[in-house]
């Protein structure tokens, strides 16, 4: 036994060597920048912004180590050591048999569901990304989202990712043959970024054995989903997250993986798999459309960057860091009565921008809103994940997403604790004028995926009502 007593700081496990100036700007400027952007914040310019979370998606900072091995990067066309060094590092997490990298997780499920997935069939999932369920779609397939029931509940649950196992078992019992894969989103992003038991995943295993069809990760936060595993699962208390993830990965028969997250990297992913005769028909649209099977679209500084990142997301130090950030947040805003889903995701937390706005309905895009106002107000750019995001159906026509949410995704290895602060800040900020935010209309929409590309507007000009709205809207 140690007799060392744990500090009750966590710190960041990390010093900075290298900076990059953050750039201020006045609500003046800002209300203008969004006006330019249609109101949109994926069209923002990143001049604009102070404190970007919008994605935890390529946006991290690398390490000394990293930078290191990156000069080690091999540029060879085919068979350079880049690639075998990145194929052993991804074979010793996941142990799966061939691995094929990709430019990033999109274009990993792109060549995967064209190898598996065709006109009709079923794909069931936790809850699907955006890019996995449009892939699916693209197909002319049906992305069948499975959340666990208490994923949807307003209390605390450990495991709030789950999929539905119930519901999982009675979708494949009633199509049989229909379904060419299930998957699960670790830790599921779509969902809150909660994450999903062991216990979970081995029960999906035994249910899609028994029906003979293929299990899949969608492995983007497979480190920070084994740290949740370590923390909440009953016996796993004294497991390292790389043995709990090598038994995740050890339950499913490949993943697909944007290595933008839990890779550490700037750029890159990966497909990973055993069946041979698909791993066959990837390879084939993987070179039409990504590269030469030892390069996939990324640089030999890519591979090697990806190759150091998955073993340093693993580190204890750095998980507890990570999932302490975003709960410090979580914390100070709970204080304040700030509406989330709780407890906090591993990457992001999530506002609820129903409940903050009751005065508005589903068709005033009131996450759209909640965003903007943050933005307007400290410049803190985040990401609606609402009906804009999901509202639009295959048809054209429209319906509301399951819940309107604001995601703060905080990127890996950037961000100090007072920049967190100042987050809590702008966010008690907009808290406390909540009832003068006015709704959202669309003017322009493409027909796919139209959140990053659509423009809109407020209905009540500058976004903030005079009086608070609902006054406003009695006296109409
Ligand atoms: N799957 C999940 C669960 C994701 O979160 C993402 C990306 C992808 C697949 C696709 O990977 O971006 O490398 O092509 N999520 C980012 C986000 C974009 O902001 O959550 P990609």
């Not at 580190?315 to 906090?344: C, K, N, Q």
């Not at 997403?401 to 604001?406: F, G, P």
Request: aromatic share 8%.
């Amino acid at each position: 036994m140690s007799d060392e007593i744990p500090f009750q700081t966590i710190i960041e496990p990390f010093r900075i060597k290298t900076v990059e100036p953050l750039r201020r700007t006045t609500r003046a400027r800002r209300e203008e920048a969004l006006r330019q952007a249609g109101w949109n914040l994926f069209a923002l310019r990143g001049e604009d912004v102070l404190i970007d979370l919008l994605t935890d998606s390529g946006t991290g900072a690398l390490s000394a180590n990293q930078w290191g091995m990156m000069m080690r990067g091999d540029e060879t066309y085919a068979g350079a050591d880049s690639f075998y060094r990145f194929e052993a590092a991804v074979k010793d997490i996941t142990r799966l048999a061939y691995v094929i990298p990709t430019h990033q997780g999109r274009a990993a499920e792109r060549i995967l569901f064209g190898a598996m997935v065709n006109r009709g069939d079923i794909v069931p999932n936790n809850t699907h990304f955006d890019t996995t369920r449009a892939n699916i779609e693209y197909r002319g397939a049906e992305a069948l989202d499975l959340p666990c029931a208490e994923g949807m509940r307003r209390a605390d649950a450990p495991f709030k990712g789950n999929i539905d196992l119930e519901r999982l078992e009675r979708v494949l019992s009633e199509h049989p043959g229909r379904v060419p894969l299930v998957m699960i989103t670790v830790t599921n992003n779509s969902g809150g970024g909660q994450p999903v038991s062991l216990a979970n995943i081995r029960a999906a295993r035994e249910i899609c054995n028994r029906h003979r069809v293929p299990f899949f990760l969608d492995a983007c936060r497979f480190a920070e989903n084994a740290w949740f595993i370590h923390m909440r699962e009953p016996g796993q208390g004294g497991r390292a997250p790389i043995d709990i993830a090598r038994e995740m990965f050890s339950l499913v028969d490949g993943c697909t993986m944007s290595a933008k997250k839990d890779g550490m990297a700037n750029i890159g992913g990966f497909l990973a798999l055993n069946d041979e005769e698909v791993v066959g028909r990837c390879r084939t649209m993987l070179i039409l459309t990504e590269g030469f099977p030892t390069y996939g679209g990324l640089a030999g500084y890519d591979l090697e960057a990806i190759a150091v990142g998955l073993y340093e997301a693993l580190e204890e130090d750095y998980l507890r860091y990570r999932i302490r950030s975003i709960a410090y947040l979580a914390d100070r805003l709970a204080e304040a009565g700030i509406p989330m889903i709780s407890p906090p995701g591993g990457h992001a937390l999530y506002l609820d921008g129903a409940a903050m706005l009751p005065h508005l309905a589903w068709s005033d895009y009131p996450a759209w809103a909640l965003s903007a106002a943050i933005y307007l107000e400290g410049g803190v750019r985040t990401c609606e994940i609402g009906s804009v995001m999901f509202g639009q159906q295959p048809d054209g026509s429209e319906r509301p997403a399951a819940r309107e949410l604001v995601r703060l995704a905080f990127p890996r290895r950037v961000y100090t604790q007072s920049h967190v602060d100042y987050v809590a800040e702008v966010l008690m900020r907009v808290h406390a004028k909540r009832d003068r935010i006015g709704g959202m209309r669309i003017t322009q929409s493409p027909p796919v995926l139209r959140h990053f590309m659509a423009k809109l507007e407020p209905k009540v000009p500058g976004l903030f009502a005079a009086v608070p709205t609902q006054v406003a809207a009695a006296t109409r």
